[in-house]
């Protein structure tokens, strides 16, 4: 069974930068892939990036396109969502989710999810 556990977020101000975790503990296995969604109060989660495992390649959905990077570190199991010039939009509880997803922007498809960690963005 996979567990996850993200830390990394907090306040800070607009045009920050931020770097989220996902600490991944247990057995991967075959198409494992990880998300980051976001979700603001009341609305409904928003697909932020994606890595697939098997072949290392990353995924982005438009609130961090060419201002985020999802990433990974093999040797400590964790992945990573590097976030730039950050606006007062962008606050959201950040979750982070583990499945194998034939779709990686559909929050459905993944079956394991993190508490989440909050990221607010003053203006």
């Known amino acids: 069974q996979v567990t996850l556990v993200e830390s990394g977020g907090g306040l800070v101000q607009a045009g920050a930068s931020l770097r989220l975790s996902c600490a991944v503990s247990?057995?991967?296995?075959?198409?494992?892939?990880t998300g980051w969604f976001l979700q603001a109060p009341g609305k409904e989660r928003e697909f932020v990036a994606a890595?697939?495992?098997?072949?290392?390649?990353?995924f982005y959905g438009s609130p961090l396109i060419g201002r985020g990077d999802i990433f990974r570190d093999s040797t400590k199991n964790t992945v990573y969502l590097q976030m730039g010039s950050l606006k007062p939009e962008d606050t959201a509880l950040y979750y982070c989710?583990?499945?194998?997803?034939?779709?990686?922007?559909?929050?459905?498809?993944?079956?394991?999810w993190g508490q989440g960690t909050q990221v607010t963005v003053s203006s």
């Open positions: 989710a583990a499945g194998a997803p034939d779709r990686v922007t559909d929050p459905d498809e993944y079956s394991t």
């Open positions: 247990g057995r991967t296995f075959e198409h494992f892939a």
């Open positions: 890595l697939r495992w098997n072949f290392n390649s990353p």
